[in-house]
């Protein structure tokens, strides 16, 4: 999202942070991973994860995966990786990037905190998604604003103030990204919908439910996402940007993993939870996720499931055509950080990179799944 050049600072309270870190917000959010102070490690199964298995040949069509890569390419890719039947087929890597470096997930991670939800109510830690948020918030026990259920957040329906402005320091938007204490700023947000009403992508939902998740199993976001599911994954070390020392992690944007991390959660995914022998999430929730929402049919419960074609006005536009492979389903990040999930056709592609000039979801989706069909019927 970029932070903004300083205005009308004589009439508010001055975060310095929040002033510095937009004077020297990087040109390159997404790969300036030392950029990102405070950090709080979310331990996984050590510095870095086995390399991932590499297939010696594959059913995808040459002319499809070079038309993935130079699309990818094309459109300031630092990475793109394709996974076909738990094997790579493609790890492609530009501009100096590797295989080890850690990226800005932006907000992929809101999956992630998705699945944490649906661990915390296998575990009875939450009661169910229709659970009032006032039950976890004493701050908003006898507010209204405690009346927004676990699902409102999670299918953005919340009815909460959405400032998304990225032109001031005094946006709400501005202030949760790089501002100094984003649990009282998320607990000051106004009520100004009756929740349930109306989809309203806004990332003061993600923060509050990471509040909720807290709260509900004593445990921080970075702990908690660390034993129940980057170690169970196999991945290696991540993470996460505090507001400030000692602070809150932000699981509304900022975690920070590598690019085949990110095709080891989609395999997971794929697996409906499962890695190895070993059921990580349940695949009830999983499939619970992938339910479209009842205002939006494009989103689930923090998770995409189409592509946003001008067919589906609310969300921002991102793909030309509807994706070949009707079960896609995918994680989204700002500048469009991408883990797609296919299973009809047992693919995961995860694409890594810096603010492309054209994106459309469509292309290098279809060239492989296309590709593929072609292929299958030849």
């Known amino acids: 999202m970029g932070l903004i050049a300083v205005g009308g600072l004589l009439r508010v309270a001055i975060d310095w942070r929040l002033l510095g870190r937009s004077l020297t917000y990087p040109d390159r959010p997404i790969t300036s991973a030392d950029w990102y102070q405070p950090q ?17 040949t594959t059913e995808i069509p040459p002319e499809a995966l070079q038309t993935a890569l130079e699309f990818a390419e094309a459109q300031n890719s630092v990475a793109l990786l394709v996974m076909h039947r738990d094997r790579l087929v493609v790890e492609q890597y530009w501009q100096g990037h590797q295989a080890a470096d850690l990226v800005n997930s932006m907000s992929m991670v809101k999956t992630l905190l998705a699945l944490l939800i649906g661990v915390a109510i296998d575990e009875g830690q939450i009661g169910s998604l229709q659970d009032p948020i006032g039950s976890y918030l004493p701050e908003w026990a006898n507010d209204p604003r405690g009346d927004i259920t676990i699902a409102d957040l999670l299918y953005m329906q919340s009815g909460l103030r959405n400032d998304d402005r990225t032109n001031t ?157 009707p079960d896609t ?22 694409r890594i990179g810096e603010d492309p000039p054209a994106w459309n979801d469509s292309v290098i989706v279809n060239a492989i799944v296309e590709g593929l069909r072609d292929r299958q019927e030849n």
């Open 169 to 325: 320091l005094r946006s709400d938007l501005v202030k949760l990204y790089g501002g100094s204490d984003v649990q009282k700023l998320a607990l000051g947000i106004p009520l100004e919908g009756k929740p349930g009403e109306a989809f309203d992508y806004n990332n003061v939902n993600s923060q509050l439910l990471s509040l909720v998740l807290e709260r509900a199993t004593g445990e921080s976001f970075g702990d908690y996402l660390s034993s129940r599911l980057w170690q169970p994954l196999g991945a290696g070390d991540g993470f996460l940007w505090l507001d400030r020392p000692g602070g809150h992690a932000k699981p509304f944007c900022c975690f920070f993993a590598t690019a085949p991390d990110w095709v080891r959660l989609g395999q997971m995914l794929l697996h409906e939870g499962q890695v190895g022998e070993t059921q990580v999430i349940s695949s009830e929730w999983i499939e619970q996720m992938r339910r479209e929402s009842p205002l939006e049919p494009t989103f689930g419960l923090h998770v995409w499931l189409k592509a946003r074609t001008a067919a589906y006005p609310q969300v921002n536009y991102a793909s030309s055509a509807p994706f070949a492979a």
């Open 40 to 56: 709080r490690k979310v331990a996984g199964i050590g510095p870095q994860a086995p390399p991932l298995a590499k297939a010696e």
């Open 329 to 350: 389903f995918y994680l989204d990040g700002r500048h469009h950080q991408r883990v797609y999930v296919i299973p009809s056709e047992e693919l995961v592609i995860v």
